[in-house]
Each structure stands twice: as C-alpha cells, then as structure tokens.
C-alpha cells in the first residue's frame, strides 16, 4: 500500500458528461501528480500541484481541469467526456515540488470507461 | 525533446528462465532512469533507479539493470522469473519541468510480461 488513496477505482460514464476524480496523497506529502494511462498514449503526466497551487502542466485537455484543496486532497474534473477519454488516471504524490521518481508514489488508478 | 522507448509490447517467458526487458532513452543530459512494475488493479511501484556510479543497480524482487550510455540503454534483467513476476513494466526517465526545477518522469509504453508454467 502506497499510501495515496484513489477514488473511486471504477467510473462508467456516457459521453458528453462530466466527471470527478479524488486523489488523497500519503500523509505529509505536499505534491500530486496526475497522470493517465491509456492504450494508445502510455502513461502521459498531466498536471501537477504543490501545497495548493498548480506546478507544472503537462499533455492535458483544456476539457479537463484539476484542484489542490487546503486538506491537500486533489481532484481531477473531465468534462464534455469523449470515448478516447476511457483510460486509466492515477495520482501520485511526493513531498517535494520537484522530485526524482524514486521519492513518487503511486495510488492504484482511477479506470474510467467513456461510452 | 526527451522520450523512451520499450520495443518490446509483450513478452512470454517460462518459470524459472531468464530475463531481459529493453529500454531506450534519448536525453540530452545525464538521465536518472527508473524501472516501475505495475501489477494488475495495482498503481506503480518502483524496482530500481539508476542516478550515477556503478552502471549496474540493483533493484526489489531479485531484478537488475544496467546503464549503458554508448547504447542510450538502460535493460531490466533478471536470471530466473516466477510467476508472481507477470505484469506490466515501465521504463522512465527524469526530466526537467521547468525552471522551478521540477522534474517529471517521462515512460515508456510498457512491456507486459506473461509467465508460462
């Protein structure tokens, strides 16, 4: 168990809908990475939040949009949804703002299915 | 820019046969590579990392690999798999962000890995 927490593991949705993603980093840890996983892409970082505001972005949609709230938690919002959307998003999260990998962790994925 | 690259989409090997997974980068810098495994409904987990020094690094689960600037390579071995050893692997590599000095891994497509008895 890494320590970030996912929510939910599953999410079946229709397209054109909207839809939210919660990421809780391990204890401590003041940066979360959001990354997506598909088949045709790999793993592709999106973006990427310190203590609250955004760090760095990535290969992300303007559809798609994220937040760090106060409590540290992270939400990652997708909207106007499309079928190619379907992949895999995981959060991870360092204590750092600039990290080398072996200081991320990675929670176990949020597997989103667009229909 | 920076990438890697995993040639190999999957690959079958028996229990207790060897291993090598391939990894290319191209980086302009020194790179600090990584190998992940990402067993199934189960988020990244890091097997061993490569910053400088000795070429050859030493992971989790009895894996290995070795640096090899004049190859721009960085392969995952291991000399005799088990089952439990089926999943996903992916190559990465570190690189700047931005001038905060953040830094972000750019992967590799992955290799998945099948065990047969």
């Known amino acids: 168990d890494s320590g970030v927490t996912q929510t939910p593991k599953h999410l079946i949705t229709a397209t054109g809908q909207r839809v939210t993603l919660r990421c809780s980093p391990r204890?401590?840890?003041?940066?979360v990475y959001w990354y997506q996983q598909s088949l045709d892409q790999g793993l592709q970082f999106l973006i990427q939040?310190?203590?609250?505001?955004?760090?760095a972005k990535g290969n992300i949609l303007e559809r798609f949009s994220a937040q760090q709230f106060p409590d540290l938690h992270s939400e990652l919002n997708l909207s106007s949804l499309e079928l190619g959307d379907s992949a895999l998003y995981f959060c991870?999260?360092?204590?750092?703002?600039?990290?080398?990998?072996?200081?991320?962790?990675f929670g176990s994925g949020t597997q989103l299915s667009v229909l | 820019a920076q990438s890697v690259t995993q040639p190999d989409i999957h690959i079958t090997v028996s229990e207790g046969a060897s291993l090598e997974l391939r990894c290319n980068y191209s980086y302009g810098a020194t790179p600090y590579l990584f190998w992940y495994v990402q067993s199934p409904g189960q988020g990244l987990q890091l097997l061993l990392k490569y910053f400088s020094g000795d070429t050859l690094v030493q992971g989790i689960k009895g894996f290995e690999a070795e640096f090899k600037r004049s190859q721009s390579s960085f392969n995952l071995r291991k000399p005799s798999v088990h089952w439990s050893d089926a999943a996903e692997y992916f190559c990465?590599?570190?690189?700047?962000?931005?001038?905060?000095?953040?830094?972000?891994?750019?992967f590799g497509t992955g290799t998945r890995l099948t065990i047969i008895p």
């Open positions: 204890s401590g840890d003041l940066s």
């Open positions: 990465a590599v570190d690189t700047k962000l931005s001038n905060f000095g953040n830094e972000k891994l750019t």
């Open positions: 991870a999260s360092s204590v750092e703002a600039g990290t080398i990998g072996e200081k991320l962790f």
């Open positions: 939040y310190y203590n609250g505001e955004e760090r």
